[in-house]
């Protein structure tokens, strides 16, 4: 009979086997990954709740997965809080997939979706701390968002930024008090598949699933993009996330000096990396 001790080796064995694995696979299919300064990195079952989106308020991640929601220490190895039932309260509207999040204040904001029927993008609102659902939610019009509604950031504190999936060539700010429109940012470039972003000093920083997972910056007083970096090298898109699919992003400065904070799934699909990057002085 294995012993406790031995048990704890042999699964240790297998975790470090795993992780050379995907890690030579991510390689392989990625080409030139961009410098990043760390990487958080989970493999196995925690991966299925850490690889949609990512937010902070420095003092934790908070991760989405397509079926739940998980709240951890800043290193990623403790697990604070868990929610994997957000659909509960939803059901009638055939929700089955959480996107990207934002949190502000002890309140977090999560795209919902009704994956491959787009019949009601919803945003809901949750408790940051216990991931628990307060019951708040809005269901945007699927006219406006027909690929359903992929990810959602706070703008300030009384309002939030929602876009379509595919070809952006605009955000729309809502209010949070009654989802009433407040304005449309037309974008300076149509930027593809963002996953998630973050605001900071009026800027909003976003992750897509484009050919190369690029990295980009949106000014918000004028819809101005620019892209930062790409975070692998091209990849042919004859297969839909052949290699891995590039998820949504953060933005928070820690004491490292990292300031983006981008989450991906790896060519396996067994792996989740957190890589977090310096911000360029020119940037």
Known sequence: MLTVKLLKRLLALIACALIFLTNSANTLFNGDVAPFESNTKVVGFQTFVRSQGVTTDGNCWIFSGRGGLIRTSLDGKEILASNLTPFKGLEKYGLKHVGGISCKNGVLLAALEDS????????????????????????????????????????????????????????????????????????????????????????????????????????????????LFDRIAYQPRLIPNFGGEGEGLTVYPMPDGTFIHALDVGAMFIDSNLRHYKLDSES
């Open 116 to 227: 491959n029927v787009w019949k009601n993008p919803t945003v809901a609102v949750f408790d940051a701390e216990t991931l628990e659902f307060t019951g708040k939610y809005h269901i945007f019009s699927n006219e406006i968002f027909t690929d359903g509604l992929p990810w959602v950031t706070f703008y300030g504190e009384d309002a939030l930024i929602v876009a379509d999936c595919y070809d952006t060539d605009r955000l729309y700010i809502y209010s949070l008090q009654d989802f009433s429109l407040l304005k449309e940012i037309p974008l300076s470039l149509v930027v593809d598949e963002i996953q998630g972003g973050e605001v900071w000093n009026n800027i909003l920083y976003v992750g897509t699933n484009d050919p190369t997972r690029a990295v980009y910056k949106i000014d918000l007083k004028d819809g101005t993009v620019t892209k």
